[in-house]
């Protein structure tokens, strides 16, 4: 007899890390390799941030509040909405895989673009649900009404990348609204904002004021991108309060760490630092894409800290085999869904410059 494990475990699709391994972790403690394949910022978290976290290290005996009290009053203040209304995960990644749980099973379809976020197909591979991936439009952009088209009596829950993730491209919140106009309520629309704060097309609180409107809308936003708390991993999600108890039944009680729920708890008061950090990754993100243009390829219109990169006749393994040599990690396309492509995350200033030369080098 051997152990046999469960017939899901064969649809799961597994996770390739930004640094390949092998490289982690010495090499990046090095601090050699210019880290932009995991769309992470490069700056590290406020000082009071790292305050407070050093603070609550001192009380790593007792478990974390299982409720994370302190960390969803200060969201919901932050929003202006109810502390009901928030959920908190390990990373918002949790959330979506215990929003997938929680909602579906067999028989249910989940409904989401592709090229998008990697996570997303781990969720029908868990639940057993269907999956319907919906092909990007011109552009790079959702494709809003091929989504609608799709939805049906079984669709339990669908999710719109905005920025999207690899492609970079970002919908207003006024062509959200208008879609969800057309999604019948019985489907949770999960939008994934893990960008937002890049975008320049409206308010980044724009979608939030949605929420009043669609008792099936779930914003979802993460510490770990314009905040650069990936390490800790905290994420949240605001949304009808049927929802952060749907989220809060299906995992464990203590899976955000005390240290996370005080950085975030922190973090979410310091607004000022993200408009700086927003202003930042801007001014990176013309730099690196004008250099790319200045290279002749062709990018995505970029609202979030990443550009999508259209390699045109240079073979990706090439690139890629080439970048690496020289030490700069970025993530392959082929194994985003869009191969031909590379996606690069913007770094310091020094990083954005060795990549751009690294690439211009590698081109030649
Ligand atoms: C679109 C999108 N959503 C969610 C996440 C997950 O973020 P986290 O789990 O770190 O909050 C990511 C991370 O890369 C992302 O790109």
Redesign the pocket.
Known sequence: MTITFAEKLARMPGYQAGVPTGQAPEAIASGNIAQLA??ESPFPPHPKVVEAIQQTAAAMNRYPDPDATLLRRRLAERYETEPSRVAV?N????I?LAAAEALCEPGAEIVYAWP??S?YPYLPALTGAREVRVPLAEGDVHDLDAMAEEVTAATQLLIV?NP??PTATHIPAAEIAAFLERIPTHVTVIL?E??VEFQTHDDPDATLDLLADFPNLVV?R????CYGL?GL???YAIGPPKFRAAVDAVRQPFSVNALAQAAGAEAIRHQDDVLRRVESTIAARLTVEEGLQGLGLATSDSHANFSWVDLGDADEAAVLAGLAEREIAVRPGKALGGPGHIRVSYGTAEENERFLRGLSEILD
């Open positions: 995991s769309n995960g990373g918002s990644c949790e979506l998008a976020f996570m990348c999207n993730n994934d893990a960008y979802l993460t510490f770990s991108k990936a991993r905290t994420g």
